[in-house]
T-cell receptor
Framework: NAGVTQTPKFRVLKTGQSMTLLCAQDMNHEYMYWYRQDPGMGLRLIHYSVGEGTTAKGEVPDGYNVSRLKKQNFLLGLESAAPSQTSVYFC??????????????FGPGTRLTVT | DQQVKQNSPSLSVQEGRISILNCDYTNSMFDYFLWYKKYPAEGPTFLISISSIKDKNEDGRFTVFLNKSAKHLSLHIVPSQPGDSAVYFCAASAPAGNMLTFGGGTRLMVKP
């Protein structure tokens, strides 16, 4: 099992450019998440999905869009990148355990720099 | 308003001693708590969890304690090893919730 994989690992964008980050999981998890990590801010939830074809906003959704067309994939899009979106992005997947969100499995991260 | 707080951004401990990482939460609906460990350039990995029906959960060198009345949990690492040097995040989940809420993290440095 590869677990959770993210593509690409690194990317540099110019302000105004667009890009899509791809997350894939092979654990048949229903739940998938996109986080950003900034120094001193911990992990902040951008968007999440509770199943194929569904998405919902997290804590910091502005400037991002997501799609979950297949259960195993969760895409994060930046339509017009801004320097404030310079961050490390993590994807995670999870299952429910007795009604609670269980352990989340994280990908290795994508380091994005917007100049 | 941060619902999960880790008030110590960093902690330095000597190898072989105990490391105690603390976490406070404000949302009384949180009922399941997790600790994650993160090395540089890697994603966080799950370490240990505890549900509100317990006040202690132990896994090898790692023990998590939960004090529901104080809305406080702590992670004890005994004995600490240099390989434990990492950033530790606590996280919380509410019943029927779809997400985890993370604290800001504590950087642990274990000196040989």
């Amino acid at each position: 099992n590869a677990g959770v994989t993210q593509t690409p690992k690194f990317r540099v964008l110019k302000t105004g450019q667009s890009m899509t980050l791809l997350c894939a999981q092979d654990m048949n998890h229903e739940y998938m998440y996109w986080y950003r990590q900034d120094p001193g801010m911990g992990l902040r939830l951008i968007h999440y999905s509770v199943g194929e074809g569904t998405t919902a906003k997290g804590e910091v959704p502005d400037g991002y869009n997501v799609s979950r067309l297949k259960k195993q994939n969760f895409l994060l899009g930046l339509e017009s990148a801004a320097p404030s979106q310079t961050s490390v992005y993590f994807c995670a997947s999870s299952y429910l355990i007795r009604g609670f969100v269980g352990e989340q499995y994280f990908g290795p991260g994508t380091r994005l720099t917007v100049t | 308003d941060q619902q999960v707080k880790q008030n110590s951004p960093s902690l330095s401990v000597q190898e072989g001693r105990i490391s105690i990482l603390n976490c406070d939460y404000t949302n009384s609906m949180f009922d399941y708590f997790l600790w994650y460990k993160k090395y540089p350039a890697e994603g966080p990995t799950f370490l240990i969890s505890i549900s509100s029906i317990k006040d202690k959960n132990e896994d090898g060198r790692f023990t998590v304690f939960l004090n529901k009345s104080a809305k406080h949990l702590s992670l004890h690492i005994v004995p600490s090893q240099p390989g434990d040097s990492a950033v530790y995040f606590c996280a919380a989940s509410a019943p029927a919730g779809n997400m985890l809420t993370f604290g800001g993290g504590t950087r642990l440095m274990v000196k040989p």
